[in-house]
């Protein structure tokens, strides 16, 4: 019999209304058909992707796959380094990419030119293709970064709204000021700025609009010479709290304050986020949201939900982050404030651990005992800040495969939003230099480039997967499989009850060589829907080489209660997915013994639901 904590570490209840499954691509390259990619190429030479790209055929896939929202990732205008009529391109000395940064906001009250056709009429296009997304059943979220701005930041749409109009630049902290200013004793030695781009091609080192003052990095760097390590192309906004002082953020305005009694940034980010929820954007990614004051966010989501009852909020958030404006776990903090959910970077960080850095799945455990974050996160495999799990030089080299048992497992345990980045479907590597970043196992936010893998599915505009290996269309539908099974009620609302602690010193639970415990390879949980009895057992060997052996599944005694089948004499598992056929089990050879679940291929994944 497992002890009280031990129970209470297994099972963790979810009390979800639904689930957001959230398909993230890149304007840029998800659409681009240009093969060039030459490193540092420009936009005529590489191509770019646009809205009309995100056409119906391609929205169609996409929902068909079990996509309920859709995140174009770098919509809003960024500072670039390519000219249009009546908006000049940016200096390099403030890029990094010929393209520019999708963080690195120029005008928060516009769309990029590069995704128009014509660039003029973005604006329309943008609405088009929000109508074109709705028409198709998807929901719309955009990037929305609270934390920094572009250097040369300046609205053509709203200029009575530009960031640092009025500003007082002789004072590092002022509760209305928009930016923090050094002062001439900071580190760096003083004006100019010196930005860490001297010496780069065409790159001078300094901005003009910042030789008699400058400002701090969107990273919270206080120095007039940032390194290119860096945020050093933003500027920090400020939201009425010195952050050189701690933490401490308590004497910021309540949830409920008026417009007129909030800092002068807050409200400034209020008429943003009306703008484009009256343009029809249903949510929010919010880039960085730990490293702005926590009373913030009381106070915008409460009054986006007073524009829209159902606006999505998701968060980019690492509680680890020395910088962080909260004593307490940051990601529960954010939800509490309003947010739908934040990055469950915690769990990511050990599943890439299993190939990188020699962990465990049993280390798993440890992030289901996380509290709300448990239940009310946003999990992915991939994104633009993540590496690619195809590329030879991550995960351990092991390719595109290893994205089973961890999207089974991750995306399986808990009830929270998911996430899949365009590409990751087929495998794509991002391998090669593409410009800024080289070879970083990203495919490029930076640059002008292309997904050549991805390319394959794209298929000149078709949206088919012509162009994919077997393999790869393979890997597209096991996906889109797992998806439709991520559909029932016992993941959606169900509970979830980890067995790994239970199997330890079950000789038959996938070990290895020598090993002497078990759940180096193998990781096994239920979920359970109370309401509409549904229950799963769902294991899954992460290894790239070993077939697991005769693998068998002991369910403890309160798990089978937990189940509501410990009276039974038996109980029928329907292999839902991965397939390997029907199993019949006895009650009391699933207490002493285990299910018997046969052997587990290299990377291979057994959904059974219990009859």
Known sequence: MLKTETLKFQMRVEKNKGRAVIYQLLVRTFGNKNTTRKPWGTIEENGCGKFADIDSKALKAIRKMGFNYIWPTGVIEQASGTDYPGRPADPPDILKGKAGSPYAIRDYFDVCPDYALEPENRIAEFRDMVKRCRKAGLRVIIDFVPNHVARSYGSDVRPELSFGEGDDHGKFFERDNHFYYLNQSDA????????????????????????AFGRVTGNNSITWSPSIHDWYETVKLNYGHDFTLGRTTQHLPGADAAVEDVPRTWATMDEILAYWQEMGV??????????????????????????????FFMAEAYDSDPAKLTDKDVLE??????????????????????????????DIDGETFSGSRFHQ?????????????????HWGGVGMEAG?????????????ALMLYSG???????????????????????DYTSMPEFQKWVNDGKFDGGGLSKNQKA?????????????????TKGDFY???????????????GDETVSGHWLYAFLRRDVESGQAFLCVANFSSQETLKDVRVIIPEHALGYLGIAAAKSVGLGCEFGGNGDLEAKTADILRDGVSIGDMEPFGVRYYVLK
Request: aromatic fraction near 12%; charged fraction near 25%; charge should be negative.
């Open 377 to 393: 996160c946003v999990r992915y495999l991939e994104n633009h800040d993540e590496v690619r799990i195809a590329h030879p030089n």
């Open 333 to 362: 903090d954010l939800v509490k404030a309003g947010f739908n959910g934040a990055y469950e970077h915690p769990t990511y960080k050990i599943l890439q651990g299993i190939y990188e850095q020699g962990k465990w799945a049993n």
């Open 424 to 446: 990751q479907e087929v495998g794509e590597p991002a391998s090669g230099e593409e410009g800024f970043s080289g070879d970083d196992g990203r495919s490029s936010i930076f």
């Open 188 to 211: 760096g030695g003083g004006p100019p700025l010196k930005l860490p781009t001297g010496g780069m091609p065409g790159c001078t080192g300094l901005f003009a609009p910042e030789t």
């Open 282 to 311: 249903d949510g929010f990614r919010v880039d960085m949201a730990h490293i702005v004051p926590m009373e913030f966010w009381y106070w915008l989501v409460k009054r986006a939900r007073a524009r829209d009852a159902e606006v």
């Open 475 to 491: 890997l597209r539908t096991w996906y889109e499989k797992l998806f439709k099974v991520l559909e029932e009620p016992a993941f």
């Open 404 to 416: 089973k048992p961890a999207a089974a497992v991750m995306f399986g345990m808990s009830g929270s």
């Open 498 to 512: 980890g067995l790994n602690h239970a199997n330890k010193e079950n000789k038959c639970f996938g070990r290895v």
